[in-house]
């Protein structure tokens, strides 16, 4: 996998666990570092997308319904561009979002962010994953079927 890629699966990656964690836990681990001068490139505002569906997955596309969704976009003072996308109106989410994804492509400071921001939220989600399919395990039942000796 060359440089540009393993770079963008990073950032892929680093988007799916910020966006599904609260902003409170993305905060308490953002303190810990020092954060470059930055600017916003977008302000973070709120809109709406259209969400499409496909019956049985591989069916006629339709559309939906809609979702409110929040963007942002922020710029280093060393040129790194971050852009941050949530489910919902939560602005200051999806700023904070954008600027872990710019620092995340700047060399200097994406180490920090993988270790002290995303890997720990990361393992605290699949926690919580693992703990929620054992509390489902727990409760389920197998079922089998007896047959009778008789013809």
């Given at each position: ?59 006629a596309a ?10 942002a976009?922020?710029r ?11 489910l919902?109106?939560?602005s ?58 008789e013809g």
């Amino acid at each position: 996998m060359s440089g540009e890629m393993a770079l963008q699966e990073s950032r892929k990656g680093a988007m799916r666990v910020l966006a599904h964690v609260p902003l409170a836990e993305i905060e308490a681990r953002m303190t810990e570092l020092e954060v470059p001068a930055h600017r916003e490139l977008r302000a973070a505002e709120s809109g709406l997308v259209m969400v499409r569906g496909r019956i049985g997955g591989d069916g006629a596309a339709f559309n939906l319904g809609e979702a409110t969704v929040s963007r942002a976009a922020v710029r280093l003072d060393s040129g790194q561009v971050g852009f941050g996308y949530v489910l919902g109106r939560d602005s200051d989410k999806a700023r904070l979002i954008a600027l872990c994804d710019a620092l995340l492509q700047s060399p200097e400071h994406a180490p920090a962010i993988e270790t002290k921001v995303v890997a720990p939220l990361r393992a605290r989600m699949q926690a919580g994953r693992e703990q929620s399919a054992a509390e489902a395990a727990a409760t389920r039942v197998d079922f089998y079927t007896m047959v009778r000796g008789e013809g």
